[in-house]
């Protein structure tokens, strides 16, 4: 499944987006901090036919990477609505995100009529030990995913060879995994790079980090059925998910509203490649 390309105007340019199907029921999907679109590859391929799902490259990455700033979560949550509004009802929109993206996703749900909201291993605020630097605290989580952003590659292929290097991906390589890394490899041989760039990774992050009681605002003024589906192992492949179950016990309890899931044997990455994971997760998204 080739996803059709287009652009949506959002203030400052146009973000990149990609329908994935042709089904008239409708998925809009958010990536991660340094993802992109094509994140999404593994669960679009995996849904009903009569569903499609579209998914766009936020501010600062892949083929949006030259949109302007302010960044910040909430400036994404802007664009995300607009993209969601050029192609339906938010009232028949299904409405996911992962990582970064479900915290956008949950900040883009509040006060909004989607038809249901899923996040996916993320959008629970995130404890900040007292006194952390928050730039530590992101590449401490982050590890590789943000070291690239400041390595040049001699090739696409070596690009390829640093992601199949993951822990995340050592011995659960899959072929949405390598087209994901193919569309993020940009510049010319002798100095490949993310396309997604620091500064609006950094910024990000920092929101991400900082804005606990807007995140936690935000997901108790989400009116729409709302899910948690969370990875049991966390982005280095640690046996503790980014969203341990003490940190998601807590949350439905205030909001009993919330259903939360562990979707078994994957992390935070394999969760969206992972053939078994990713059906499921396309099987929670449209049941």
């Not at 302010?70 to 996911?96: C, F, K, M, Q």
């Not at 949950?106 to 995130?126: I, K």
């Not at 994901?180 to 950094?202: I, K």
Request: with cysteine; net charge negative.
């Amino acid at each position: 499944m080739n996803p059709v390309l287009s652009d949506v105007e959002v203030p400052g340019g146009a973000l990149r987006v990609a329908r994935f199907g042709t089904g008239p029921r409708v998925i809009v999907a958010v990536h991660g901090i340094t993802a992109s679109l094509m994140s999404w590859t593994g669960v679009a391929r995996r849904l009903p036919a009569d569903w499609s799902l579209v998914a766009m490259d936020l501010r600062g990455r892949g083929h949006s990477a030259g949109l302007p700033g302010p960044y910040g979560l909430a400036r994404h949550a802007e664009d995300v609505n607009l993209v969601a509004r050029s192609v339906g009802a938010e009232s028949d929109i299904v409405l996911t995100g992962h990582s970064m993206g479900a915290y956008v996703t949950a900040l883009a749900a509040a006060g909004h009529d989607y038809a249901r909201v899923v996040l996916v291993d993320g959008g629970l605020p995130l404890p900040m030990p007292p006194g952390a630097d928050p730039d530590a605290v992101i590449e401490a989580i982050l590890g590789p995913a943000v070291a690239r952003l400041e390595q040049t590659f001699p090739s696409v292929e070596a690009y390829v060879d640093f992601f199949k290097a993951h822990p995340a991906f050592v011995d659960a390589w899959t072929e949405e995994a390598e087209e994901y890394v193919r569309y993020d490899a940009s510049g010319p041989e002798g100095a490949v790079r993310s396309r997604a760039r620091q500064e609006p990774v950094r910024e990000d992050g920092r929101w991400m980090l900082t804005e606990d009681e807007a995140i936690g605002a935000a997901l108790s003024a989400i009116t729409s059925p709302l899910s948690l589906l969370r990875a049991p192992r966390g982005l280095l492949n640690q046996p503790v998910g980014m969203l341990p179950d003490e940190l998601a016990a807590a949350w439905t309890a205030r909001l009993p509203s919330l259903k939360d899931e562990v979707v078994e044997d994957c992390n935070h990455y394999t969760i969206l490649f992972d053939d078994r994971c990713a059906s499921l997760i396309a099987e929670r998204l449209t049941h």
